[in-house]
């Protein structure tokens, strides 16, 4: 794969790009985005080796889509219509199902692969891709079967050697769990940021008085408006329904509090510490 | 401060153990604890040098109460009855309001320093314990004047060697303003937790989904239950209002999304995401 066209050149594709570039220094990496100054800035980390433009994909072995879900679902059967018969189309998006429905009766509906990487950090733009990021991450393939075998295999090479741990699920289970550990933590994080920021309008030091554990809560707060609003709006009934039992669990806990209740307070506490367990290996 | 006895040697009390030794080899790190397990663990690790007993403590320059808050609260006048009239006696509890409460009419009240040092990890016991865990870190002093100024000033010289801050607050403006930034962060990731534990016991899958955004949220959710029940007891009212803004903040957030509010939402996380220039330099 020679020709490798990124649409997006921030944390995601950017990092895409560099690992790529890396086990293939023979390919060509070209940038594709809205803003000029977003394609050369990735120029100047060297994460592009030059800027192209839509109408260029014909060109492209690989197409790479690291946009927000809202853009790929409106631009994708677009860039399938314009890549050649051989080109294969993968995209990053943080959902699945909508996604994987604007293609599902495209003509070269064969030559695209949905997938999520698991992998990023609170950070944007280019100046936030990593080298080497998706090592030992989870990349998450839905409905594989709808792509060329051949397609397929290229692309599994590809994911494999930047050192992606591979799942297939389909897109509406992928839709369903990753509400839980990974959209529902984003609004958990925005919202105890809200909470305390309110309250911090008046009260200056306080944040004096934060810690790696306030840090840790909150980090997530510090993500993409422009990446997260499209994907709670495309999982909206998911992420309601996290929303809706996260609330009721927090509910129930300070009615024990109301209650005095603490020897049931003790039991929340030591029946989720397991998560420890489970948590074993991600950090 | 030759004799130190340090009453709970787990992750904040055997901490100060190993930073109090490193910088004042000469002294003697005395530990005293419920379980005589735990003690010699303790000492295995090198963090104490000895075991002691309560009884003991008549013969202290310094005395660390290291335990959780409830047991602090029952302590407290005792140990203040046993020790010298020369000795220092600090707390490192994450609520200071009932502490000095129990104390303040004790006639040793002058030998006490309320602190609360902003450090720590979710782990816990003396393996938990970590050399230079409060370099950069800030430690809260409360009702300092009611120490004798002696004892202040070794305390300070103390604090600082081990490269602490110091800040200076009333306990009740600790109690409510500690409730936002920390007490919070801990109950909205344990409900994080079960929330996602409950889903996966029918769903095993979903934490091969989990990333590292999920695993920071969780984080605190590790912490330990006997610590942190009563922490929330005694630091019920200001836990309980923290708690019902976050839910009416994640709540409105809900509705936006029923709503198909997403300029709205984009704007709740626009505005949160400052949170990104306050956290600067905390990790």
Redesign the interface.
Known sequence: MKNIYVIGVGLIGGSLAKDIKEKNPDSVIYGIGRNQSTLDEALALKIIDKKATLEDVVNADLVIVAIPVDATVKLLPTILDKISDDALVVDAGSTKADICKVVENHPKRRNFLAMHP?????YSGPSAALSGLFIG??N?ICEVEKTTFKLQEKALDLFKSIGMRI?Y?NPEA?DK??A???H?????????????????RN?R???????????????????S??M???I??QN?DN??E??????N???H??EL??N?D?DA????????????D??KG??
Not at 184 to 200: C, N, P
Not at 242 to 247: F, P, S
């Open positions: 698991i992998a990023g950090t609170e991450k989870t998450i799942r699920m992928h769990h990753i839980y550990v990974s529902l933590s984003h609004i958990s994080s925005f919202m105890l940021g809200k909470t305390v920021i309110e309250k911090e009260e030091d306080i944040f004096d008085m934060a810690g790696s554990g306030f840090a840790s809560t909150v980090r997530l707060a510090k993500s408006p422009e997260w609003t499209p709670f709006r909206k992420v309601i996290t929303l809706e039992e996260y609330i669990n927090l509910t806990f300070k509090m109301t005095n603490y307070i003790f039991n929340e506490m030591k029946n989720t510490n397991h998560i420890k489970i948590l991600i950090s």
